[in-house]
């Protein structure tokens, strides 16, 4: 499905869609991590793809993707929960986030990537609780 125009969002969002086609698609996994290791989307696509083959998972899971860029050698963060659920939020960590690394952060059903201190995605999705954070 191709989306007519970019999303708005808060002030850490900036709108990012590198599928070749413009589709506002279930690509997160491909898009995040283009956009993360400076890829384009096929490019990443294909290397994923192969890497997914290789080791018999899907590279959209969150298990298989994880081998992937520990493979890479990216490093994941420890992620101390708080009780304040507010705290958790993708837009919290993006706020406290150091903008000269990248980041790769895992919420319950979605995969975005932090860049330059600004969320790249097709929507913003600063509301999200994060699950896991790996660090470039």
């Known amino acids: 499905m191709k989306q007519s125009k970019p999303i708005s969002g808060g002030p850490y969002f900036r709108y ?3 599928n070749p086609f413009g589709y506002y698609t279930t ?3 491909v898009r995040s991590m283009s956009c993360f290791f400076d890829k384009g989307w096929a490019e990443m696509y294909s290397e994923l793809s192969l890497w997914g083959i290789g ?5 959209n899971w969150p298990q298989c993707y994880g081998k992937y860029l520990e493979g890479k050698g990216v490093k994941r963060l420890p992620f ?3 009780k304040n659920r507010s705290l958790n939020t993708v837009g919290a960590f993006v706020k406290g ?3 000269s690394k990248r980041y790769l952060i895992q919420t319950s059903r979605h995969l975005t990537v932090i860049v330059d201190g600004l969320i790249r995605d097709i929507g913003d999705c600063s509301h999200l609780v994060v699950q896991r954070v790996w660090e470039m």
């Open 16 to 18: 990012f869609n590198n």
């Open 27 to 29: 690509d997160c996994v």
């Open 55 to 59: 080791h018999g998972l899907m590279f």
């Open 80 to 82: 101390k929960k708080s």
């Open 97 to 99: 986030a150091d903008k």
